[in-house]
Nanobody, 124 residues
Framework: VQLQASGGGLVQAGGSLRLSCAAS????????VAWFRQAPGKEREFVAA???????HYGDSVKGRFTISKHNAQNMVYLQMNSLTPDDTAVYYCAADGSLILSQLRSDRDYDYWGQGTQVTVSS
């Protein structure tokens, strides 16, 4: 499956952005799809994941502010990001895998398919 992330940009603190992850080649309905992010000088961080059965998981730093959703007919996954802060500044990546168990959801090493990343910059 090929993934393409988009929707990043520059936003002021307190603002919102919606990231999109478009898939081709395979239907996302059978995959776990996640968003990760990586800030300069930091390790890649788990943001959110939605499993094929629809269950959703969030990283602690984004709970209550970010919402992941999936539109199976469009083969898209979205990340709605609200109440953004400068700490949310990073390159955001979407990733997918068809065979993860629950304990693997937050590990970037366990995802086989990756999009190219989209830059999100939050100014103070």
């Amino acid at each position: 499956v090929q993934l393409q992330a988009s929707g990043g940009g520059l936003v002021q603190a307190g603002g919102s952005l919606r990231l999109s992850c478009a898939a081709s080649g395979r239907t996302l309905s059978r995959y776990t799809v996640a968003w990760f992010r990586q800030a300069p000088g930091k390790e890649r961080e788990f943001v959110a994941a939605i499993r094929s059965v629809g269950t959703i998981h969030y990283g602690d730093s984004v709970k209550g502010r970010f919402t992941i959703s999936k539109h199976n007919a469009q083969n898209m996954v979205y990340l709605q990001m609200n109440s953004l802060t400068p700490d949310d500044t990073a390159v955001y990546y979407c990733a997918a895998d068809g065979s993860l168990i629950l304990s693997q959801l937050r590990s970037d090493r366990d995802y086989d398919y990756w999009g190219q990343g989209t830059q999100v910059t939050v100014s103070s």
